[in-house]
């Protein structure tokens, strides 16, 4: 029965589908199993799949940052800007990824001690940092970046003997990681916690406010350095760089399974939402569909993973209370 009920949990679901999409792609689509095509695949999504992670826990934690994308342009911006005034690539890099963390820092300030829904907070810093990444670079494009860093980024460099790129070896790195501070230590016991029950958690002795800003902080860190890679790999530094990718992020991590709510979620599950886009996404491709078709598609599975775990939820307290309703006292 305990095998049973773990074969219908929702990460696993959404495994089973990752794997059922891919299997379809090798069967009906020619060039799909190619490494050059795989190795392309999967990167086009290490920008999203990096800003992922840290989001994870922030939404195991009840909370959310929609700035993510916006930081990310900010970073390809300053990062433009800096490089066409003659800096040097080594000190732009720690630069950027400063202005990440004080992103990061406000997000966390104005939730924790101003008090605010993470919610709104963000949607008012992704207009904010976009704003700001237009003001660094305006309109422009700045190209030409050395290509001792940038040969790292691209779908053509691969770790020897594999069909994974560098940022996609970076992300399983981090995702190891990732997993287990939430699975196996104290730390990520508390962050089921906070997004469980935050004053529980709270007069429990976890100090939920240093905790929250350091995920933010994290998050803003991670979509700067994102920021870098998305500039290196397309070779072309612009102020709308990753715009809408914060809906592609938020949909990985709600289609593997993560409750909005909070406290309730895996990695695994949140690794296999972002590779199960990242799939479709380069399924549909090949198959010429296009790209508004994309979009909706990426829509209609950020409202599955929404509504489809709800009313299984739904579902399964009802058959509960009708049993306990029928059965003798």
């Known amino acids: 029965m305990r095998l049973l009920r773990t074969g219908l949990r929702w990460d ?19 060039g799909f199993a190619s490494r050059d095509n795989l190795a392309f695949a999967f990167n086009d999504i290490a920008e999203v799949a990096l800003m992922a992670l840290p989001m994870t826990l922030l939404v195991v934690a009840g909370q959310v940052d929609l700035s993510v994308a916006s930081m990310l342009g900010l970073s390809s911006a300053l990062t433009g800007q800096l490089w066409d005034s003659g800096w040097a690539f080594e000190t732009i890099v ?39 990444a237009s003001v660094v670079l305006g309109s422009n ?15 053509t460099t ?18 190891v990681v ?10 990520g016991r508390s962050l089921f916690a906070i997004g469980a029950q ?11 406010g240093r905790i929250k800003l350091a995920l933010f902080v994290v998050t803003g860190l991670v979509s700067a350095f994102a920021g870098v890679v998305f500039t290196l790999r397309y070779g072309s530094a612009r102020a709308d760089n990753g715009q809408g990718f914060e809906m592609l992020v ?3 991590v709600l289609l593997g399974g993560i409750d909005f709510d909070g406290g309730k979620g895996t990695l695994f599950g949140a690794v296999a939402g972002v590779l199960l886009i990242g799939v479709l996404k ?7 569909v296009a790209n508004e078709v994309q979009v909706i598609v990426t829509g209609l599975l950020l409202v599955a993973s929404v509504l489809t775990p709800r009313l299984i939820s739904t579902v399964s307290e009802r058959r509960h209370r009708r049993a306990a309703a029928t059965s003798p006292n």
Request: proline share 4%; charged share 10%.
């Open 158 to 175: 691969t770790v020897p003997g594999t069909f994974i790129t560098y940022p996609v070896a970076l992300f399983i790195v981090l995702a």
């Open 250 to 252: 938020i949909a990985s």
């Open 94 to 132: 720690p630069v950027v990824l400063l202005v990440g963390v004080a992103g990061g820092l406000l997000n966390g300030w104005l939730v924790t001690k101003v008090g605010l829904p993470s919610l709104a907070v963000t949607i008012g810093t992704l207009a904010l940092y976009r704003g700001l």
């Open 198 to 208: 935050e004053d529980a958690a709270y007069y429990a002795g976890i100090r939920v």
């Open 178 to 187: 990732a997993a287990v501070v939430l699975h196996a230590t104290g730390l």
């Open 282 to 288: 380069n399924l549909l491709t090949l198959n010429d």
């Open 12 to 30: 696993t679901a959404v495994g089973v589908l990752l794997v059922a999409v891919f299997v379809t792609g090798l069967g009906t689509t020619d």
């Open 141 to 155: 494009a700045i190209t030409d970046f050395p290509e001792t860093y940038a040969k790292w980024a691209v779908d």
